[in-house]
């Protein structure tokens, strides 16, 4: 069977071991396992991975960094499949397809001696391009009143896209097939929509 590309979500705590004063970002950090909040976690399903970040940027302690990647692996559909049906994926459920080393990452909070910091908007923008791909984005975009080629643009060629058109389209992909999209998600993101006006 032929084998295409798809992204495995990780969600790491990390302890923050030295800081760059200039750019006001860590340099170096330790990973750590917290059993009792399943971290490090790794799913393969986006709005899984990032409800879970959310739900643990509330345990984050002083001299920590939360970070959500997407790993990229080569799979078949029926590989793909077993690892979608399994709630939290082990490292070893997936190692084997791993395309890449490189991580992207999708999200990041931290907090370290007074300085806090966090950036989500790139998760945003994730689960909409991987949840597109179970619909025609064509019909969608029609009935959000959303402009397909606005929206091929963003997708294809990462041109501007707003947070509202974005919430637009994954409201009403989940009124044409559910679980792709939820209220508490929606209320965090419209904040974004504050520093748009």
Same mark, same amino acid.
């Given at each position: 069977? @032929?084998?295409? !590309? ?54 984050? !302690? ?16 029926? @590989?793909?499949?077993?690892?979608? /049906? /399994? @709630? ?13 080393? @490189? ?9 370290? /001696? ?6 989500? !908007? ?5 689960? *909409? ?38 919430? /637009? ?15 508490? *998600? ?12």
């Amino acid at each position: 069977m @032929e084998k295409v !590309s798809r992204y495995i979500y990780e969600i790491d705590l990390n302890i923050i071991t030295e800081w760059n004063e200039e750019m006001e970002f860590p340099t170096d950090m330790d990973p750590v396992e917290i059993v009792d909040f399943n971290i490090p976690y790794s799913t393969a399903n986006i709005l899984d991975a990032i409800n879970f970040f959310e739900k643990q940027k509330d345990i984050i !302690s002083e001299d920590e960094f939360l970070e959500l990647v997407a790993r990229e692996i080569d799979v078949t559909d029926e @590989e793909w499949y077993k690892l979608v /049906k /399994k @709630e939290k994926l082990e490292f070893s459920d997936y190692s084997d397809f791993i395309k890449t080393k @490189e991580l992207r990452t999708l999200a990041w909070n931290f907090s370290y /001696k007074g300085h806090y910091d966090s950036d989500d !908007s790139s998760a945003l923008d994730e689960l *909409l391009i991987v949840q597109s791909e179970n619909f025609n984005m064509r019909v969608i975009c029609d009935r959000a009143g959303v402009s397909y080629s606005t929206y091929r643009g963003f997708k294809n060629n990462k041109q501007p896209f707003s947070v509202m058109k974005k919430i /637009k389209l994954l409201r009403c992909m989940n009124e044409v097939g559910n679980m792709c999209w939820d209220k508490d *998600l929606e209320q965090k993101y419209l904040y974004y929509l504050e520093k748009e006006l």
